[in-house]
């Protein structure tokens, strides 16, 4: 198996029954649907901030500004004060996130995504009967709390569920929700922006997917590791049984589990502080490295912000909605082609492909838009123009959908041991915020002062991920999580941390 140019021969340890059960499908699809409550707020938070009815009461001065005859296309809706609405949520997020490790070590990881459901939920009812920007703003973070605990928790229980062979299709369900979020919630905002109380809906309505992942994790049992790691070894049995099917031989891999969880509890150290000691120093890159390289690809800038990006370029309300559409159904599309492929070519091969074509299709926007609107940004774009922006941004979507999309939440969940991968996963998730904050917080600025060139720097950030894939990323196919140590003593570089 190559392994950042190198190779794993022989067998791993830990062999486990890689067998798919209705029960494994059922509870995995379950568990992925908390991906909803990102995906739709991801979705609305863009659509909602190009209708007139929520800026003339909630940011009169970006509405005046957009209706301005003369108007620099690129800065249309540059304003702080708009952005915090969006980046607050990453804000709280970030916070819950680094709070998350500790309670999904405490209450399990089905418990954690419970909480994060309902604390969304709440969110969502304040957003959607908002009197003013600091109700707004409070929402927000509720929502922000929310999506901090689920997505720690989710891509954990997916990775600890799954069989080990068909571990990287699972996992790309959370993903894959968080697609259907967006185009839900952009098809939400098509409809409702034509009513003057549209926006109170959209945002309202995020307690419908809040509820539904809610109610999936209370039917759903909590991880057979997490559950070992609370004591509760009769239920963790049970529990991998439900899972692997009744008549399964799980006793070797309850074994393994058992052992992995009694080795973390012998060490007894804080593990906050063991992810910082050298052996551990790959998995700590890449919990920082890779959800960094997700944010700076722009996807979820360019998913925020997508009805205002096609307005921007030349496309008009109802346009830029569908554009919106579009672009989500797309990225919809390429995470299947993911979950068909993940597990056969291998995460590497995806990463590098990927990062290609959005190199491509970026460098393609900036030069379009400088050819077509001038340096200055003071030409106006025709729709024919328009329309080839976004079929470059869908190309871009779909790399970003079968590669960074789901294989940024598939690694940092697979890749730690038992000991440190709710902290691990913290650090990934809380990077990933962070990220996001500033970029949420800085694009339209961006947008506004670099013009075309916000592209160019995407794209340079895309090249510099696809050269950190093929050097530093070992491939984690097929791996038993409790062999995952394998792929860091065989790989050319890793393996002087691990080994020393």
């Not at 839900?184 to 109170?200: D, E, H, P, Q, Y």
Request: charged share 15%; glycine share 10%.
């Amino acid at each position: 198996m190559a392994v950042g140019g190198f190779a794993v021969d022989g067998p791993v340890s830990g062999a486990v029954n890689g067998k798919i059960t209705a029960s494994v499908v059922i509870t995995c699809i379950v568990a992925a649907t908390s991906g909803l409550i990102f995906g739709y707020d991801i979705g609305i938070s863009g659509g909602v901030t190009t209708m007139a009815p929520f800026l003339q009461k909630f940011f009169p001065a970006v509405y005046r500004k957009a209706g301005e005859a003369e108007r620099n296309m690129y800065c249309m809706y540059d304003s702080q004060v708009l952005t915090a609405f969006t980046s607050s949520l990453y804000l709280a997020g970030l916070a819950a996130s680094l709070v998350a490790s500790r309670l999904t070590a405490a209450i399990g990881r089905r418990n954690t995504m419970v909480i994060g459901g309902l604390t969304f939920l709440a969110g969502a009812a304040i957003n959607g009967g908002a009197a003013n920007v600091a109700m707004l703003i409070l929402g927000r973070i509720l929502l922000g709390f929310g999506v901090g605990f689920t997505n720690q928790a989710t891509p954990v229980y997916l990775s600890e569920v799954a069989p080990p062979k068909w571990r990287g299709a699972f996992n790309t369900g959370f993903q894959f929700f968080i697609g259907i979020g967006v185009v839900v919630a952009n098809c939400l905002n098509f409809v409702t922006a034509k009513r003057s109380w549209g926006w109170r809906l959209s945002l309202g309505l995020a307690v419908v997917p809040a509820a539904i992942m809610t109610i999936g994790a209370l039917l759903i049992l909590d991880t057979p590791s997490s559950l070992i790691e609370r004591g509760k070894v009769e239920q963790a049995r049970q529990s991998l049984f439900k899972v692997r099917g009744k008549h399964s031989d799980v006793e070797a891999e309850f074994a393994e589990l058992k052992k992995a969880s009694d080795v973390a509890k012998e060490a007894n150290r804080e593990p906050f502080m063991t992810i910082f000691e050298r052996q551990y120093r790959p998995h700590l890159v890449m919990s920082i490295a890779i959800p960094f390289f997700q944010q700076v690809t722009g996807i979820n800038i360019i998913a925020f912000y997508a009805p205002v990006l096609f307005q921007s370029v030349g496309l008009g309300s109802d346009s830029a909605l569908i554009a919106a559409i579009i672009l989500g159904l797309v990225n919809l599309a390429s995470i299947l082609v993911s979950t068909g492929v993940v597990d056969r070519y291998g995460r590497r091969f995806l990463f590098m492909e990927g990062g290609i074509q959005m190199f491509a299709c970026q460098v393609g926007v900036a030069v379009l838009l400088a050819v077509t609107t001038g340096v200055s940004g003071d030409k106006q774009i025709s729709k024919g123009y328009a329309i080839l922006v976004l079929v470059l941004m869908c190309l871009y979507a779909a790399g970003f959908g079968w590669s960074w999309g789901p294989l940024s939440w598939l690694i940092p969940s697979e890749i730690f041991p038992i000991k440190i991968r709710p902290t691990g996963q913290s650090i990934s998730v809380a990077v990933n915020f962070a990220t996001t904050f500033v970029l949420s917080q800085t694009f339209l600025t961006m947008l506004c002062h670099f013009k075309f060139g916000t592209f160019l720097f995407y794209s340079a950030w895309i090249a510099l991920m696809t050269i950190f894939v093929a050097l530093f990323l070992p491939e984690t196919k097929g791996i038993p999580l409790d062999s995952m140590n394998l792929v860091w003593e065989k790989h050319w570089y890793w393996r002087r941390f691990v080994r020393g």
